[in-house]
């Protein structure tokens, strides 16, 4: 989590006092995008309060709305607190702040397949849920954005590229395939593990009722390569797990490289964007190229040999 927004010690407490509680212990924590946010300590519990520094208020509310949902469903994910007033929401200098419950666990760079199996069930139950009709219905950076950056010129090589994979992607996806509630975004980092035991998934910004095998792609890809290649043993931990609680659809099995593929491009999309546009970057002006290169070793894999690969999905 990014630290945007720095908050003193006296501004916590004032952000503290709409939920009633006093505030011994805060400090910045580090990692993500587009959020500022602080552990801060009482004398009974911890906390997390985020101040939202790239989303609308509606945004955010809606992704209030939707950790409440997830609670009332068992899901093991982030738990929101009201304030006393019961808002879900509270405001810094006009922008959005929520405080979740610190969550026990750790995040691992490295899943091995009896956690990748653990993150399979639980990615099949989320999908599983109805999906609330003021979530979008695209994903935050999905294909519908990719043709912007075309003819910006800023990198013609990977311009050219993304836009044969816009072809592509335009061939393959059927509007046949069944939608529901997804995360998005199922890397590593946004998943917590405890004494190898799966713990929660967390930040759920990117959440959208979409192409449900979106959700098996993205996963693939956040934790299932080694740089890049592909490890299908993982690979079919995953699947394997995922398939307990909600087997896929032949269609699904039928475009499962093709979302892996997708995820690759999209995560190059956003990261060209962020570092290319939105916060220029020296240091990671390329850092779309190890994307592309993940999307090119999975197109070039035969369908039948994807498949065999995945010894329990055929």
Known sequence: MATYTQLDQQEIQTLADYYQLTVTEFEALDGGNGNSSHLIKTKE??????VCDDKIFDEVFNIGQLLLLLEKQDMPCTRLISTIN???LTSYNNKPVML???IEGQVHDNLNETMLF???IQAARLNQIVAPDYLPTNHPFGHQLFPRIIGLNIDKKYEVWLANE?????SNLSDSLPRGLIHGDLFNDNLLFENGKFKAI???EEACFYYSVFELGM???GNCFSNTSIDFNKVTALVDGYQQIRPLEPIEKDSLQTFVRYAATAISYWRFNKYNIDMPSEDNADYHWQMVKIANEVS???KTEFLAAITNID
């Open 100 to 102: 979740k419950v610190y």
């Open 166 to 170: 816009i072809t592509h992607l335009k």
């Open 219 to 221: 996963a693939i890809v």
């Open 202 to 204: 967390i930040d759920f």
């Open 86 to 88: 019961s808002d879900i």
């Open 300 to 302: 070039a894999i035969s």
């Open 45 to 50: 519990k911890t906390y997390v309060l985020t």
């Open 118 to 120: 653990q993150l399979g």
